[in-house]
């Protein structure tokens, strides 16, 4: 799993993907920092970190979707699969490689919430509770990605599936508000990943919410896995 992780993190960095990925999850992180916090003169961080959850959905789609899709493409998952690394070590290598991009990409932002915090009033245990639901959103989101890459050989209908499916998850919050059974209503509203995040950037610390997210990732990982394991042994 270890030498899988190092490749992925090396070919995030020998190819554009990677530094696509955080400059333009930087960029649009910087526009929410002047909308929300420099053009309206408030230390209140909430706003910015909600604000950001609509890049998820365009830019987690451009770091997954080359993880299997790109292998099968140019047939050289044949060697990967036959190397002595289980099925598990080599989705669970590029999940995590993944997932560390993800969390590079966060490490600066933490410059302009220290810049806030030295001229305003930030909460500590807010900020943090915040960047906790950043990073477990985004296991689940990349493990979904995971799975999108595995089922096809193409980058682009990897990407197209993941932002189709992370779109159609945002607007589980219309759609349970919508429906008239309370039931699905609150069904719709369970399985809703925006909907938990509000906890976070409300300042809760939501152990269920990170259950939810570490389930939503095992699933899809699992899955992955086993699809990945069908691919091997035919």
Not at 5 to 19: D, N
Not at 113 to 125: E, K, N, P, R
Not at 202 to 208: A, E, I, R
Not at 212 to 217: L, M, R
Request: charged fraction near 10%; aromatic fraction near 16%.
């Amino acid at each position: 799993m270890i030498a899988i992780f190092k490749r992925e993190m090396q070919s995030y960095f020998t190819s554009p993907i990677g530094y696509v990925y955080i400059c333009a999850y930087l960029f649009a992180t910087a526009l929410f920092f002047k909308m929300y916090i420099l053009d309206t003169g408030v230390s209140n961080v909430v706003y910015f970190f909600g604000g950001t959850l609509i890049i998820y959905m365009f830019l987690v789609p451009i770091l997954t979707m080359r993880l299997f899709s790109e292998e099968q493409k140019s047939k050289t998952d044949q060697i990967l699969l036959t190397s002595p690394v289980s099925v598990t070590g080599i989705v669970l290598g590029k999940f995590l490689a993944a997932l560390s991009v993800y969390t590079i990409a966060l490490i600066p932002t933490a410059v302009s919430i220290g810049f806030v915090a030295h001229y305003g009033d930030v909460s500590l245990g807010l900020t943090l509770g915040n960047y906790i639901g950043i990073l477990f959103l985004g296991m689940s989101f990349i493990a979904i990605g995971c799975f999108l890459s595995a089922v096809t050989e193409s980058q682009v209908v990897a990407a197209v599936l993941s932002f189709t499916v992370l779109m159609s998850l945002y607007f589980l919050d219309t759609l349970a508000s919508s429906v008239n059974s309370a039931f699905l209503a609150k069904v719709v509203s369970f399985i809703s990943v925006y909907d938990r995040y509000t906890d976070f950037t409300s300042g809760l610390f939501s152990l269920s919410s990170i259950v939810y997210y570490i389930s939503v990732a095992v699933i899809f990982l699992f899955l992955t896995i086993r699809i990945i394991e069908k691919r091997r042994w035919s």
